[in-house]
DNA sequence: TCTCTAACTTACTTATAAGTAAGTAGGTAG
DNA sequence: CTACCTACTTACTTATAAGTAAGTTAGAGA
């Protein structure tokens, strides 16, 4: 049986590579974590991590893929329980929320961008589908919530939704020097200019 | 005359240093530039940028308070030349826009704000004092606009700034993934829910 | 003219990064 | 029972980072 899989440690060390690296990916950013920031913790040695992800690069794109795969599911598990669009704008907050009080983390979205010029080929890739999934979601919701009448904004859904998703990208961010009263002001204007009383 | 300042090239390395890391901060973030960055395109020797600024973090710190001072200067000749509201905003906007067309540079603010856990504290300090004053002249800008019927926006002045300025920084920094329209996507929309025709 | 100093260069040190080659332990398949 | 594979460890290499100590040079001041 050559697709049972060993039952080694391999699924666990793999995955608490990847739970770190998101963690330290959202905390420190790509350019400031070191394969001993992942190999100390788990009390393995650097070149364990190596085995998993051969390069850096391979780390941060299996960390992305992760990423927006789970985000995927989030969404889906959304259409498949029939909310309303105000349900998904809050489910969107919510992880933005969680993000927040996880010790101040940022949008993965808002460290590759800001770290753009620096990161590899195949990681701006990674934030571009990253970045494109999550606009087209919020475009929709904006423009289902509206015919619903229960949005209300001026302008297209399109441009909305780039201002929300920026929005909330520089709301995690402002939050470290500004404090997390910084991000919900934000959230609380945003909903006000959606029509949606607090 | 010991006030007299020497006639050596002091003043223009140092402020070409200065310019210089600036850039770098903005298109590559505070950790992915080094000493080399910035002695190699000045023809100098790594050990001379050293002289002007001991350390990273005194180079860091002189680059943000200069930008610091330059928005300071930017914002008190609005004040001297009776500038509205309208075109207060607009000229922040213009500074972003800058920024952009200027190879796709992020506010240092964004910056500082995304490698926050990184950085030495005497930069934070930099990054909570820029945030702070641009937030607040942003708010009193806002406030005056809408007493003068300028702006038109529900909600206090204070979470409006918020959202503006975090919405401002995010475009900036989707503009690297999205492109450049993206940003003017979050300015139009900005904007318009300011009550502002096109 | 001599001296001093600002503005450097030369030549290092120390730390840390990513990455690799070769070995090993323990379970698995035949 | 043997050969093999997965999941590692040990022990390195190479590159680059910030930072420093000791020189060098050109011009200004006395």
Same mark, same amino acid.
């Given at each position: 049986?050559?697709?049972?899989?060993?039952?080694?440690?391999?699924?666990?060390?793999?995955?608490?590579?990847?739970?770190?690296?998101?963690?330290?990916?959202?905390?420190? %950013?790509?350019?400031?974590?070191? =394969?001993?920031? &992942?190999? #100390?913790? $788990?009390?393995?040695?650097?070149? !364990?991590?190596?085995?998993?992800?051969?390069?850096?690069?391979?780390?941060?794109?299996?960390?992305?893929?992760?990423?927006?795969?789970?985000?995927?599911?989030?969404?889906?598990?959304?259409?498949?329980?029939?909310?309303?669009?105000?349900?998904?704008?809050?489910?969107?907050?919510?992880?933005?929320?969680?993000?927040?009080?996880?010790?101040?983390?940022?949008?993965?979205? %808002?460290?590759?961008?800001?770290? =753009?010029?620096? &990161?590899? #080929?195949? $990681?701006?890739?990674?934030?571009? !589908?990253?970045?494109?999934?999550?606009?087209?979601?919020?475009?929709?919701?904006?423009?289902?919530?509206?015919?619903?009448?229960?949005?209300?904004?001026?302008?297209?859904?399109?441009?909305?939704?780039?201002?929300?998703?920026?929005?909330?990208?520089?709301?995690?961010?402002?939050?470290?020097?500004?404090?997390?009263?910084?991000?919900?002001?934000?959230?609380?204007?945003?909903?006000?200019?959606?029509?949606?009383?607090?």
């Amino acid at each position: 049986m050559h697709t049972k899989p060993p039952n080694h440690a391999l699924a666990n060390t793999r995955a608490a590579i990847l739970d770190l690296a998101e963690r330290l990916l959202q905390e420190k %950013g790509y350019n400031a974590f070191s =394969y001993k920031d &992942i190999s #100390s913790p $788990l009390g393995i040695k650097n070149a !364990a991590v190596h085995y998993h992800f051969p390069t850096k690069t391979a780390l941060g794109v299996a960390t992305l893929r992760r990423y927006r795969e789970r985000f995927q599911e989030y969404i889906q598990g959304f259409e498949q329980s029939d909310a309303d669009p105000l349900m998904k704008l809050n489910g969107y907050i919510a992880i933005q929320i969680d993000h927040l009080r996880n010790g101040y983390r940022i949008c993965p979205l %808002g460290i590759l961008e800001a770290e =753009y010029n620096t &990161i590899p #080929s195949e $990681l701006r890739a990674e934030a571009q !589908a990253l970045e494109k999934e999550i606009w087209f979601w919020v475009r929709g919701t904006l423009a289902a919530g509206r015919e619903q009448n229960i949005f209300h904004f001026m302008g297209t859904s399109e441009d909305k939704a780039c201002l929300i998703s920026a929005a909330l990208q520089g709301a995690l961010q402002m939050a470290r020097t500004a404090g997390q009263s910084a991000f919900f002001a934000i959230v609380r204007q945003l909903k006000r200019d959606l029509g949606l009383k607090e």
